[in-house]
């Protein structure tokens, strides 16, 4: 059974900060992993989607990679602003097209 | 509208009551997914359409959980006899085909359920 996990839980850092969100899933058969953002109250943001074949995704500030026989998954947030501040969730898609989720990175970038 | 609708926002119930939930997809996407959200946790899976039929109800969590998309468009989940334990956000999410896996899912704001 497909599990995926997000370290840290929670993470509180001062503005212009580069940072480091850690996902991981413990079955490497996947068809492709996204990141979204979630604002309080409301629904998920895709931010970015990383197809199996591929090693990594970039958008903006936001790079995403991939290490699928590691299972893992790092987002990598350049020069943080405090309007990053949000739940970070990764989620994979694996045998059938429903997403796995983790239960989340809850940013904070303080001014 | 661009994106996943849903209504209501809020619902509020008592234990024991009937409620639906709507979902409204993105105009032309034939694959529509049901998550439920608890407080301070990942969503989960609980059903996905392709078209006008299931095609996976393996995370729907009871027999008082149902859900239909009877023209391949809106599509309604419908909890009977619910329980304090349904509550939390549902949300829905669409996208152009379920094939392959390679389309991008888009949620909606989601219907925070409370039941008394």
């Known amino acids: 059974k497909q599990e995926v996990t997000q370290i840290p839980a929670a993470l509180s850092v001062p503005e212009g900060e580069n940072l480091v969100l850690n996902c991981s899933f413990t079955d490497s058969a996947i068809y492709n992993l996204q990141w979204f953002r979630q604002d309080p109250g409301k629904g998920l943001t895709s931010l970015l989607l990383?197809?199996?074949?591929?090693r990594e995704q970039t958008s903006g500030r936001l790079n995403a990679s991939l290490d699928k026989s590691s299972g893992r998954s790092t987002l990598y947030i350049a020069a943080s602003q405090p309007g990053d501040s949000a739940t970070y969730l990764c989620a994979v898609r694996s045998g059938t097209d429903k997403l796995i989720f983790g239960t989340g990175t809850r940013l904070q970038v303080f001014p | 509208g661009a994106g996943v609708s849903q209504t209501p926002s809020n619902k509020v119930t008592e234990k024991g009551k009937y409620v639906e939930l709507r979902c409204d997809p993105i105009s032309g996407h034939t694959a529509l997914y049901w998550y439920r959200q608890s407080l301070g946790q990942g969503p989960e899976f609980l059903i996905y359409?392709?078209?006008?039929?299931?095609?996976?109800d393996s995370g729907l969590p009871n027999d008082r959980f149902f859900a239909v998309r009877p023209e391949g468009s809106v599509s309604t989940l419908k909890i009977q006899r619910t329980e304090r334990g349904d509550s939390a956000v549902y949300l829905c999410a669409s996208s152009l085909s379920s094939s392959g896996g390679a389309h991008t899912q888009y949620f909606g704001p989601g219907t925070r359920l409370t039941v008394l």
């Open positions: 990383i197809q199996s074949s591929q």
């Open positions: 359409f392709q078209g006008t039929g299931a095609a996976d």
